[in-house]
C-alpha cells in the first residue's frame, strides 16, 4: 500500500546533540512533501515544505530537510538540538493527483531532549 | 496562534450516539479538511470541504459527514459512535485546496 513511513518512533538525545529524522514515502510522480512537528499541549505547526526547486529545504528553529527523489525520502535535520525541541515530529505527503490537500502522514517520531 | 479554532476541545460520548465537532477557520482561508489522529498514529484524512462542498474523501464510512457553512466553517458529525472512534479530531483550513494547512488543537472525543 502507498503509505509515508518514519523509521524511529523515538528518540531520544542529550541537548546539542545533531539530529536525523527518517521519512520515506511510496507515490511515484510529483509529490509535496511536509514536516510538521506538535509541541506538548499545542497544535500542528508547519516546520518546512517542499514542492519543487532546490531539494534542500530550510525551515523554521534551525531545521532542514533534503529530497532525495532516487530514494523517495525528506529527512529532517537539524545540527544541534536543544530542550526546547522536545516535541513529536510527523512526515506529510501530499500524494500525485491528489486534487486538493489531502495530508498522507508518518505515524510520527517522538523526541526528547535531555540537558 | 493559527487562528483555527475547534470546540469543543473534550468530549466524552457513549458508544451508539452522535457527535458534532465544529472548526472556524483562519480569515481568507475556504478549504476545511478534517484528520482523525489515534493514540500513537499519525492524523488521518477523513475530507475535505471547498466553497461548502466536500472536495475529497479518504477511508472512512458513511456515519462521518460534514457540512462546510457559507462563512467557511465546518462541522464533524459522527453518528453511530464506536469505542475505535475515540481519538483527536483536527481540523485544518488552507487559502484553497492545494496550499498550506494551518491546524487547529483538536478536539480529544472519547467513547466510552
Known amino acids: 500500500a502507498q503509505s509515508v513511513s518514519q523509521h524511529n518512533h523515538h528518540v531520544i538525545l542529550s541537548e546539542a546533540a545533531s539530529l536525523e529524522l527518517g521519512c520515506n514515502y511510496s507515490?511515484?510522480?510529483?509529490?509535496?512533501l511536509f514536516w510538521y512537528v506538535q509541541y506538548p499541549g499545542q497544535h500542528l505547526q508547519l516546520l518546512l515544505k517542499y514542492f519543487s526547486g532546490d531539494p534542500l529545504v530550510k525551515g523554521i528553529k534551525g531545521f532542514e530537510a533534503e529530497f532525495i527523489k532516487s530514494k523517495f525520502s525528506f529527512n529532517l535535520r537539524k545540527p544541534s538540538v536543544q530542550w526546547s525541541d522536545t516535541a513529536e515530529y510527523f512526515c506529510?505527503?501530499?500524494?500525485?493527483?491528489?486534487?486538493?490537500?489531502?495530508?498522507?502522514f508518518g505515524a510520527g517520531t517522538r523526541l526528547a531532549v535531555h540537558p | 496562534e493559527t487562528g483555527v479554532t475547534q470546540s469543543p476541545t473534550h468530549l466524552i460520548k457513549t458508544r451508539g450516539q452522535q457527535v458534532t465537532l465544529r472548526c472556524s477557520s483562519q480569515s481568507g482561508h475556504n478549504t476545511v479538511s478534517w484528520y482523525q489522529q489515534a493514540l500513537g498514529q499519525g492524523p488521518q484524512f477523513i475530507f475535505q470541504?471547498?466553497?461548502?462542498?466536500?472536495?475529497g474523501r479518504g477511508n472512512f464510512p458513511p456515519r462521518f459527514s460534514g457540512l462546510q457553512f457559507p462563512n467557511y466553517s465546518s462541522e464533524l458529525n459522527v453518528n453511530a459512535l464506536e469505542l475505535d472512534d475515540s481519538a483527536l479530531y483536527l481540523c485544518?483550513?488552507?487559502?484553497?485546496?492545494?496550499?498550506?494547512?494551518?491546524f487547529g488543537q483538536g478536539t480529544r472525543l472519547t467513547v466510552v
Open positions: 506529510a505527503v501530499i500524494p500525485p493527483r491528489g486534487g486538493y490537500n489531502k495530508l498522507i
Open positions: 485544518a483550513s488552507s487559502y484553497s485546496a492545494n496550499t498550506e494547512a494551518f
Open positions: 507515490y511515484g510522480g510529483t509529490v509535496n
Open positions: 470541504y471547498y466553497r461548502e462542498e466536500e472536495n
